[in-house]
């Protein structure tokens, strides 16, 4: 895994946009099997090539978000990264993830004296902030309303 993030070009992204609104004409025409088979051109010498219907969608999800001009990394989720690895993935600074990992939030190991944290663990991390943060949110809503506060 790359620790710098790579922006797609504007290239790049107007390429992803026009290979988007192909596979999606595609698609309506596959509909909803559980595998996708791309056929070369006629008059090319390629076999066929035969993929799970969810590594197809999670490629376009990846061109998709190229023609949107985000990054995009893939990570396995038996991955062991680096602090600054984990801190990129959850978009806050090293010495702050660090605090997470010292503070028991997120499990990881040392390496001699570098810390590891598994993709995995850091998903949990992040599913368990998220679900906490959406529940806070929805609480102040409830007390705004009880308040009057979203009547004008």
């Known amino acids: 895994m790359r620790s710098m993030l790579q922006l797609p070009d504007e290239r790049e992204s107007e390429q992803a946009a026009e290979a988007v609104g192909s596979f999606r004409r595609f698609l309506a025409q596959v509909g909803e099997s559980e595998t996708v088979t791309l056929r070369p051109a006629d008059g090319v010498d390629a076999d066929e090539v035969t993929v799970p219907r969810a590594a197809f969608d999670l ?10 001009g985000s990054a995009v990394t893939l990570v396995a989720v038996h991955a062991e990264l680096t602090t600054q690895q984990a801190a990129d993935l959850l978009n806050v600074s090293r010495p702050f993830l660090v605090k997470l990992l010292e503070d028991g939030e997120i499990p990881f190991r040392k390496v001699g004296t570098r810390r590891r944290v598994l ?3 850091l998903l ?3 599913r368990r902030d998220d679900g906490q943060r959406h529940r806070a949110a929805d609480e102040l ?12």
């Open 124 to 126: 949990d991390y992040k």
């Open 59 to 68: 490629f376009l999800d990846v061109l998709s978000n190229m023609a949107n």
């Open 141 to 152: 809503s409830r007390q705004a309303q009880t308040l009057g506060l979203g009547e004008q």
């Open 119 to 121: 993709a995995q663990d």
